[in-house]
C-alpha cells in the first residue's frame, strides 16, 4: 500500500532524468512554494495545444497556474514556445534561481526565485481567467496524469508502454 501521508511516495519516484539539476532544483522549490499557497501540482503535463506544461499548479477553487521553469539565460532564450501555455492557465508564471535577473523575463508573467528548499513569490502573474470549457479540459488532464502516475509507481509492470499523453 502507498502511504500517502508521508514524502515517502515523492522520496521514491524516480528522477526526471530529461532536466538538469538545477531545473529539477527549482521545480522542487518552486512545488513546496504552491503546496504552501494551497496548490497541489503536477510536472511535465500535457496540454491540449501538444506542448507540455514544465508544472500546473491547481488549488480547491479550481484555480490553474501554470510554471515554466528556467534554468539559464540559455534556457530562457531557446524557449519562445512559452507563450502558447496562457492559454490553458488562469496565471502564467516563470520560475528560476536566483542568480538570474528578474529583467530578462517579459512583464506580464509572475516571477517565483527557487531552489531546492523553498521558493519565494518575487512578482504575481495578471490573472486571465479560463473559458469553462478549458478549465475544464485542464482539470481532466491534471486528474488523470497525477492518477496515472500513482498507477505506474503502485504496479510499474502493469503499465508498460503507456505514457501520460492525452
Not at 74 to 90: E, F, G, I, T
Request: charged share 25%; glycine share 4%.
Amino acid at each position: 500500500m502507498i502511504d500517502l501521508g508521508s514524502n515517502r511516495l515523492l522520496n521514491e519516484l524516480p528522477p526526471d532524468l530529461r532536466q538538469s539539476e538545477t531545473a529539477l532544483a527549482v521545480a522542487r522549490g518552486t512545488a513546496r512554494l504552491l503546496r504552501s499557497l494551497d496548490f497541489s501540482t503536477v510536472s511535465e503535463v500535457s496540454l491540449p495545444s501538444g506542448r507540455r506544461a514544465d508544472l500546473v499548479a491547481l488549488n480547491p477553487s479550481g484555480d490553474i497556474w501554470i510554471v515554466e521553469i528556467k534554468s539559464s539565460l540559455q534556457d530562457l532564450r531557446a524557449d519562445q514556445k512559452w507563450q502558447d501555455y496562457r492559454v490553458h492557465c488562469d496565471r502564467l508564471f516563470f520560475a528560476f534561481p536566483q542568480d538570474l535577473p528578474c529583467e530578462i523575463f517579459p512583464p506580464d508573467t509572475g516571477l517565483i526565485v527557487a531552489d531546492a528548499h523553498g521558493a519565494h513569490l518575487h512578482c504575481d502573474a495578471p490573472e486571465h481567467r479560463l473559458p469553462a470549457a478549458t478549465r475544464k479540459v485542464m482539470m481532466v488532464r491534471f486528474a488523470l496524469a497525477a492518477a496515472n502516475r500513482l498507477n505506474r509507481f503502485a504496479d510499474p509492470q502493469g503499465h508498460a508502454g503507456f505514457t501520460d499523453q492525452f
